[in-house]
């Protein structure tokens, strides 16, 4: 079945950086745009980034620009996250997401498929 | 940035009622807007997208309308499983946002 496993989560201090992985099965991961959409503690939901099913084009939350990065191996399957100068405020669970694309191709920015979530947690 | 806002924070429904719950956008975002699910613990589940198309495995109680700002998630016949809290996004335009978020709870 469809499924994402994220990892790479963990307790940094400020200015820190870590980087997460997303290992994507049961689809053709190279045929799909993905997310990641992080939540802090008992807050909502806030996009991160995106990038295009061939890496060809990145788009980033202005909280997060210029210190995060998103890339992706489309030959192991699998989207990272590279996190740098962390800041408490990044603390939060990461969640990769999957694309949606319609039955008729038509590509909507919308998660369709999600992964259980890393939890980040950027501390002194 | 389109800044998306929901209402009520919190909906105290019984079960076997309706539930409306509302979703702003400060500006046009066409019908290029989603609904998530998340339960506690849980991660989010797309409900919605187009605005009113349901996502595969959700029943034909829950609905979705509006289109440019206004837009309306209804539930009816509320379910002990459908307490939870509810999120819109708009994709129409980077960078893409949600709302703050609308939890039904159970009255």
């Known amino acids: 079945q469809v499924q994402l496993v994220e990892s790479g989560g963990g307790v940094v201090q400020p200015g820190g950086s870590l980087r997460l992985s997303c290992a994507a099965s049961?689809?053709?991961?190279?045929?799909?745009?993905m997310f990641w959409v992080r939540q802090a503690p008992g807050k909502g939901l806030e996009w991160v980034t995106f990038i295009r099913f061939d890496g060809s084009d990145e788009y980033y939350a202005d909280s997060v620009k210029g210190r995060f990065t998103i890339s992706r191996d489309n030959s192991k399957n699998t989207l990272y996250l590279q996190m740098n100068s962390l800041r408490t405020e990044d603390t939060a669970v990461y969640y990769c997401a999957k694309c949606l694309i319609t039955v008729f191709g038509v590509v909507i920015y919308g998660m369709d498929v999600w992964g259980q979530g890393t939890t980040v947690t950027v501390s002194s | 940035e389109i800044v998306m806002t929901q209402s009520p924070a919190t909906l105290s429904v019984s079960p076997g009622e309706r539930a409306t719950l509302s979703c702003r956008a400060s500006q046009s975002v066409s019908s290029n807007l989603a609904w998530y699910q998340q339960k506690p613990g849980q991660a989010p589940r797309l409900l919605i997208y187009g605005a009113s198309t349901r996502a595969t495995g959700f029943p034909a109680r829950f609905s979705g309308s509006g289109s440019g700002t206004e837009f309306t998630l209804t539930i009816s016949g509320l379910q002990s499983e459908d307490f939870a809290v509810y999120y819109c996004q708009q994709y129409n335009n980077w960078p893409l946002e949600f709302g703050q978020g609308t939890k039904v709870e159970i009255k």
């Open positions: 049961g689809f053709t991961f190279n045929s799909y745009g």
